[in-house]
């Protein structure tokens, strides 16, 4: 009862059975599903802990799942757009060889290109960044030869590397340059020649 009755009081009542309508420990089926012998295997212990997850969010509990509340419905939604989120250079990545001047794609998703200034949610624009150091969430981006900003939104450019080595950080930021952080942005070292 006592694991029946944490998960009643952790999910604040869920629109579950009454507090007296709960089984007592010998029938709530997570108490049957943990293995009573040492050796079981973790997978065993899995599939049983599934089943009974299976069996206590039934339509006969009249519990709901957590992926199929709202709360759930809203997090997997976050979380997939957070998985396919972000920005890149689109073809050009790590390794590559390549001339100068160096013609640069620059591609977001998840949020939208506004030109500077524009300040609502889910906007910014691209800034790239030519070896120097990564700039963190919330700190404005400076503007000088190595912090290059496309404040039109621009979304490809084209500019003169000297040959040599050379890292360039697309970074993405809102509407007065602030930056999102490292998961708005990309990173790629690349080989100038001659």
Same mark, same amino acid.
């Given at each position: ?100 001047p160096l013609k640069l794609a620059f591609e977001v ?71 999102y952080g490292p998961q708005w942005s990309s990173k790629? /070292?690349? /080989?100038?020649?001659?």
């Open positions: 009862m006592g694991l029946m009755l944490a998960l009643l009081v952790a999910c604040g009542g869920c629109g579950g059975p009454a507090v007296e309508d709960v089984p007592v420990a010998e029938e709530a089926p997570i108490a049957k599903a943990i293995p009573a012998q040492k050796k079981a295997s973790s997978e065993e212990a899995n599939k049983e802990l599934e089943k009974a997850f299976e069996q206590l969010f039934s339509e006969k509990s009249g519990f709901i799942k957590p992926e199929d509340d709202l709360f759930g419905q809203a997090q997997a939604k976050a979380d997939k757009m957070k998985a396919s989120s972000g920005v890149s250079f689109g073809e050009l990545k790590t390794g590559d060889t390549v001339s100068s998703s998840g949020m939208t290109i506004q030109p500077a200034g524009v300040m609502d949610e889910g906007t910014g624009h691209h800034h790239l960044i030519i070896d120097s150091a990564d700039i963190p969430k919330g700190t404005p981006i400076p503007m000088d030869a190595q912090h290059i900003h496309y404040g039109k939104g621009q979304t490809s450019a084209e500019i003169v590397l000297a040959p040599g080595e050379h890292t360039l950080t697309l970074q993405f930021a809102d509407g007065m340059h602030v930056s790629v /070292t690349v /080989t100038v020649t001659e």
